[in-house]
């Protein structure tokens, strides 16, 4: 039987022959949403501090900080190959100089088979392309791209400081270069539309983009949407699971079938996390209980825009 949505890791072990677990890295590059260029205060929801494991330390060379973090997913999951995952702020704002001495590092270390590169969509450009080229020659990239919302007023509110059009422009341009990219959304951002994960999902199907990250609004500990959700939690509408659910059966449903899905909750320590818990449920139990949604529902991937034909 055929599976109701394409798995990332479906698509690793095409390519790989097995599969191959990230490493987040910490390479020291800073956020034009944060050092002042765009703005000094980031994304309302922004908390980087919240996704670094232990060994993602910026004082520590990159290569330190992959042996560190090969050593622990060696223990832990008995794995041998890797990318190396360029996971804090974002990844390609540097002078190109800087970046290509930092990819090159991390490609040469042991067993790394290959390079995740997580960015804002107005921190490509043609020679961050050119750069991903010339590196791509020889190791594999991908790039994340942070695009949140295709909602330019959801983009404004969550002080993003880029518009839609951005994140397509740099879909494209990244395509054109033959870099595959893995968008990254967020659902239930505040101002939503009820449409939003069907228009969502069929401008990710239009994009060029060849996988997607989804995950919903979480609210974390020290962020500023943190300090807005305490003073007025009922400004804030944060999904319960079976809710999340349902929005991800609609996106799935108006996804083209050509796209991978990479993950649909993320992996924040619920000790600092604020809101919403999902108690117990990690990506696995997710994805069980999405595929049995979306049985009971008669939907997969692509399902509504075949319906939608004439
Ligand atoms: S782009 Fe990323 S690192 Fe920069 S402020 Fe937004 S969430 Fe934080």
Same mark, same amino acid.
């Given at each position: 039987m055929s599976p109701l949505f394409n798995?990332?890791?479906?698509?690793?072990?095409?390519? /790989?022959?097995?599969?191959?677990?990230?490493?987040? &890295? +910490?390479?020291g590059f800073s956020c034009p949403?944060? +050092? #002042?260029?765009?703005?000094?205060? #980031?994304?309302?929801?922004?908390?980087?501090?919240? /996704?670094? *494991?232990?060994?993602?330390? *910026?004082?520590?060379? &990159?290569?330190?900080?992959?042996?560190?973090?090969?050593?622990?997913?060696?223990?832990?999951?008995?794995?041998?190959? /890797?990318?190396?995952? /360029?996971?804090?702020?974002?990844?390609?704002?540097? *002078? $190109?100089? %800087?970046?290509?001495?930092k990819y090159r590092e991390a490609a040469d270390?042991?067993?790394?088979? #290959?390079?995740?590169?997580? %960015?804002?969509?107005?921190?490509?450009?043609? +020679?961050? $392309?050119?750069?991903l080229q010339d590196i791509a020659q020889a190791t594999f990239i991908r790039i994340e791209l942070g695009v949140e919302s295709f909602d330019d007023a959801v983009l404004a509110e969550m002080n993003r400081c880029h518009d839609v059009a951005t994140s397509l422009q740099a879909i494209s341009r990244l395509r054109s270069a033959e870099i595959p990219v893995c968008i990254h959304l967020i659902s239930g951002l505040p101002g939503e539309k009820p449409d939003y994960m069907t228009r969502a999902a069929r401008v990710t199907s239009?994009?060029?983009?060849?996988?997607?990250?989804l995950h919903h609004l979480q609210i974390i500990k020290g962020s500023r949407l943190a300090r807005l959700y305490a003073a007025s939690p009922d400004s804030y509408h944060l999904y319960s699971i079976e809710a999340y659910i349902d929005r $991800?059966?609609?996106?799935?449903?108006?996804?083209?079938?050509?796209?991978?899905?990479?993950?649909?909750?993320?992996? &924040?320590?619920? +000790?600092?996390?604020?809101? *919403?818990?999902?108690?117990? &449920?990690?990506?696995?139990?997710?994805?069980?209980l999405l595929e049995a949604r979306l049985k009971t529902l008669g939907l997969y991937q692509g399902s509504s825009i075949l319906a939608s034909l004439p």
């Open positions: 798995r990332a890791s479906a698509w690793i072990k095409t390519r /790989f022959g097995r599969r191959v677990q990230k490493i987040p &890295i +910490d390479a949403n944060r +050092d #002042g260029s765009l703005s000094g205060q #980031g994304c309302l929801y922004c908390s980087n501090a919240s /996704f670094a *494991p232990f060994y993602s330390n *910026p004082q520590l060379a &990159i290569a330190e900080q992959l042996r560190q973090g090969r050593e622990y997913y060696q223990k832990r999951y008995g794995c041998s190959s /890797f990318f190396a995952y /360029f996971q804090s702020y974002s990844g390609t704002y540097a *002078p $190109v100089e %800087t970046l290509r001495q270390c042991q067993d790394i088979e #290959g390079l995740i590169i997580a %960015t804002r969509p107005d921190c490509i450009n043609s +020679d961050i $392309v050119t750069l239009e994009s060029g983009a060849d996988m997607v990250k $991800v059966c609609e996106f799935v449903a108006n996804l083209a079938p050509n796209i991978y899905l990479e993950r649909f909750i993320s992996r &924040i320590p619920v +000790d600092q996390l604020v809101a *919403p818990i999902f108690s117990g &449920i990690d990506e696995s139990a997710f994805q069980r």
